[in-house]
């Protein structure tokens, strides 16, 4: 993937509302229940985007714990997935945060993506009924 024109910025540069919308897809629900929860959890987050001439295409957000970094949510704009923009987004973060690991938990649609990045993926089993989350994680 072209990086040209591509910018990594942290999130505090963007407008709050941006960076709600692009993760929205990140989080399951719909409704105001929803918007809420994204909005909350950007709140409590250390954001961080990429821009194209565009605007906004990809967002994350995570904060620091113990073990290192972990990513609470990550998207990338609908029509701009599977272009390398979300592994180009786990590139720069890694750049940035402190390790020693960058930490996600995840569900299985999403787990091919961390693997797709390097990261090691352990089943968690099914945590809610019909739900099989995994961790992952990827020293940095
Ligand atoms: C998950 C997401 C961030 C990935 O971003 P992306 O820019 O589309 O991912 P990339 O193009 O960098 O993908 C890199 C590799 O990861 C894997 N991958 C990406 N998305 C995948 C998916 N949905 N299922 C399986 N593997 C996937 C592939 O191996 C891919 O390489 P390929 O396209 O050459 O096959 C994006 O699909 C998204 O915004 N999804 C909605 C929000 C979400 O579910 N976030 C994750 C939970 S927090």
Not at 9 to 26: C, F
Not at 115 to 128: A, I, Q
């Amino acid at each position: 993937m072209s990086t040209d024109g591509l910018c990594f910025r942290a999130g505090d540069d963007i407008p709050h509302e941006d960076i709600v919308a692009i993760l929205g897809d990140a989080l399951g629900g719909q409704g105001a229940a929803h918007h809420e929860a994204v909005q909350r959890l950007v709140a409590t987050s250390t954001a961080f985007v990429l821009v194209d001439e565009t605007g906004t295409v990809a967002a994350a957000a995570g904060c620091p714990s113990k073990e290192g970094w972990t990513i609470r949510a990550i998207a990338v704009v609908q029509g701009q997935r599977r272009r390398g923009l979300g592994t180009e987004l786990v590139e720069r973060l890694s750049l940035l945060v402190d390790g020693p690991w960058l930490l996600a938990e995840t569900d299985s649609d999403s787990v091919g993506f961390y693997r797709g990045c390097g990261f090691d993926v352990t089943n968690l089993g099914e945590v809610y009924p019909g739900v099989e989350r995994f961790a992952c994680q990827r020293r940095i």
